[in-house]
């Protein structure tokens, strides 16, 4: 039997409850289709801030590189809301380990069965054979990366922060791979959401997408929507999307929306 390394990070809050019945998961499934597991648990965010002293410590960093695959449960709480925003767990946290190990796509299913319906705020009818989607956001770029980032003092006694969206072709092409190797598994279509008609980095987005599609994917449906109308979209016909692929701050608002449509947060896992 094969056997799997993975990093296992409860992290604070329900993460370590879903973590013990996560691992049961695996381990069933390793039971299954022929692999062992092998972990080693470490902290990370508020535990880790409170054994440690920040919220992505070395050793949890050298635990991480040396696994094949990291299982993270949840940062954060009412506990650390008083520190620096720099410190705070999901900052310190989410962040840097995304960086450290170039998780540069999320892939995040919005699967909801038809038996299930009724766990959602749509209408029924909307939905009668339930819900099937997958967005993939990218994951180090954007506006959460990019620099200069920083709060300021004017002349003038008022405060101004700034936070930059940057995007490269490099980066954008390597995601766009990702949308078209899962829309190849699924039904073939992609929709690219960005804001073209305002941000420099979405005429970018759009320009370098469908240069990328027409040269290594012509067979895949690609189309364009705006974010607002894809936000506005995903709740009123979820299913008219198959693959939904965007930027990292769009993304993380679209597959949380997609999320509480499937009927909690909290149901829906996803990978880096």
Not at 225 to 234: H, K, R
């Amino acid at each position: 039997m094969k056997t799997l390394k993975f990093a296992v990070l409860p992290g604070d809050g329900i993460g370590p409850e879903v973590m013990d019945v996560a691992l049961d998961v695996i381990k069933a499934a390793g039971e299954k289709f022929g692999f062992e597991l092998e972990y080693q648990q470490a902290d990370i965010g508020g535990i880790a801030i409170d054994n440690h002293g920040v919220a992505f410590p070395d050793p949890t960093r050298e635990i991480c590189a040396k696994s094949d695959a990291i299982l993270f449960g949840s940062v954060g709480g009412p506990k650390w809301e008083n520190l620096p925003p720099k410190e705070q767990p999901e900052r310190a946290a989410l962040l840097p380990i995304r960086k450290a190990f170039s998780l540069y796509a999320n892939v995040r299913p919005g699967l909801l069965y038809s038996e299930l319906t009724d766990a959602s705020p749509l209408k029924q009818e909307r939905i009668p054979n339930g819900i099937d989607i997958v967005c993939i956001r990218e994951l180090t770029g954007g506006i959460y990366f990019g620099q200069p980032k920083m709060t300021t003092t004017l002349e003038n006694g008022e405060e101004e922060a700034i936070d930059t969206m940057v995007y490269k072709t490099s980066e954008i092409e390597r995601i766009a791979k990702v949308a078209i190797d899962t829309a190849r598994a699924r039904g073939g279509r992609v929709c690219s959401v960005d804001k073209a008609n305002v941000l420099e980095t979405s005429v970018l987005w759009r320009k370098v997408v469908t240069a990328y599609f027409k040269q290594n994917a012509p067979e895949i449906e690609l189309s364009h929507m705006y974010v607002d109308n894809a936000a506005m979209q995903l709740a009123r016909d979820p299913n008219q999307f198959d693959v939904l692929f965007t930027e990292n701050m769009f993304g993380d608002i679209l597959s949380d929306e997609m999320g509480v449509i499937c009927g909690s947060l909290g149901m829906l896992a996803s990978a880096s």
